[in-house]
């Protein structure tokens, strides 16, 4: 249960920061809403579309990109990925080319009520099926069970697969890209600010992290985690 005086708080740097955005000191707001959102604040459509407007002003590109991801995985559009390709492409970072990995992204996370419910229909009509077949105590055989299995896991992969994947933006500007989680691994690249790159797991204090094709490990406080 949220304390009425933290709400109060939090309400009264949103309307400050609010205020200044509007007067046109944007980059006095930002410090404000990126406060208020430290502070455990959910933020809306609107700050983040002001926080990419108010970098994109101060030509911070790796900020404008981080708060454009935040913007794209609420609402996926083809409008903010290519904003983001551009961007990108003029700051020569890396991670954000309009490929076949961030158009699967972009349809699964706009399309994936549809894609679930029209994979769901074969496997109930499977398990209606079987159902049916063990009320009436007929025989199933080996190749009906290891087909529906084999149809029950794919499903289950595709449903948690891009749950299980993350995206972050460097922060420093000097990241270590590690090809083991410890300190005294090997440096495989240096990589500056701004360069997105798809997470998949952590060990200890380390990233898992994919980047150029190659798994690599990143220290955690040197991403920042969409």
């Known amino acids: 249960m949220l304390l009425p005086g933290w709400v109060s708080g939090q309400t009264a740097l949103l309307s400050r920061a609010d205020s200044l955005f509007a007067a046109g000191n944007q980059a006095e707001a930002v410090p404000l809403y990126e406060q208020v959102m430290a502070g455990g604040y ?73 894609v ?3 994979l769901f229909i074969p496997a109930g009509y499977g398990f209606g099926v079987v159902l049916l077949k063990r009320r009436r105590q007929q025989g199933i055989s080996g190749r009906q069970k290891g087909t529906f299995i084999a149809y029950l896991f794919l499903l289950l992969i595709f449903i948690n697969l891009p749950q299980r994947i993350q995206m972050g933006i460097t922060s420093g500007d000097r990241v ?51």
Do not use: C
């Open 42 to 114: 959910a933020p809306t459509d609107a700050m983040l579309l002001k926080l990419a407007s108010a970098n994109e002003r101060q030509n911070n590109a790796p900020r404008l990109l981080y708060y454009l991801q935040l913007y794209f995985d609420h609402h996926p559009d083809d409008a903010v990925l290519r904003k983001m390709s551009e961007v990108a492409q003029a700051n020569n970072l890396t991670g954000y080319e309009i490929d076949d990995l961030n158009y699967f992204y972009l349809f699964y996370r706009k399309y994936n009520l549809y």
């Open 116 to 118: 679930f419910l029209f």
């Open 176 to 226: 270590l890209l590690r090809v083991k989680p410890s300190g005294a691994a090997s440096v495989a690249e240096i990589v500056g600010r701004g360069n997105k790159m798809n997470i998949f797991g952590t060990k200890d204090i380390y990233l898992r992290v994919l980047w150029r094709n190659q798994i690599y490990y990143v220290r955690r406080d040197e991403v920042w985690v969409i």
